[in-house]
């Protein structure tokens, strides 16, 4: 073999290694391009759920639940705790942080199977003008826990408790029927 066709074997070496090596990078670009598309569109659709309530003297309690996210929250559970026990209604809360029930309050039926829309918000509880409003709003403070855990339509779950600051990710939302808030 001569110096002519020794160099032309090492050229199509180098040049099928370096074929080789854009088709390995090809391959890598083309995965991270679809990572990240992946998580373009689980971003486009996350929740993102808070709860609050609100008190202003000689005016109603409200407690309401709001989707602040760009996608839907499917609820999967939802608790209501008073000093830390479940309580299975809203007129038991009362009762717990006042003392007595409230024959008039107004409530929304929210749990499992529920679904806010992004940007709605959802009154959960109001306690007509009174006595009893301020005072449940002023025991809510340091006594009443709300939990609520949702996903996304990509089975993405948080549990958005009322003692956190933000919803914390889940594994899955777990349901435990007698600890369930029933409305």
Do not use: K
Not at 92 to 107: D, K, N, W
Not at 152 to 166: F, K, M, N, R, T
Request: glycine share 8%; hydrophobic share 40%.
């Amino acid at each position: 073999m001569n110096d002519a066709e020794e160099r032309s074997q090492r050229v199509e070496r180098w040049l099928s290694i370096a074929v080789g090596l854009a088709a390995i990078v090809a391959v890598m670009v083309s995965l991270y391009q679809a990572r990240l598309a992946r998580q373009q569109l689980r971003a486009s659709a996350w929740p993102y759920v808070s709860q609050g309530n609100s008190y202003i003297p000689n005016s109603p309690y409200r407690f309401v639940v709001s989707n602040q996210g760009i996608g839907p929250a499917r609820i999967r559970s939802f608790h209501v705790l008073v000093d830390g026990r479940p309580v299975p209604t809203w007129n038991a809360a009362v009762r717990g942080l006042t003392g007595e029930g409230e024959p008039s309050l107004i409530y929304s039926s929210f749990g499992r199977g529920s679904v806010l829309v992004p940007g709605s918000d959802r009154t959960l509880l109001t306690l007509p003008v009174g006595v009893r409003a301020q005072r449940f709003w002023l025991e809510a403070q340091a006594r009443l826990r709300t939990q609520v855990c949702y996903c996304s339509v990509y089975d993405e779950c948080w549990l958005a408790d009322g003692d956190e600051p933000e919803p914390t990710p889940q594994r899955v939302c777990t349901v435990d029927s007698s600890t369930e808030f029933q409305q």
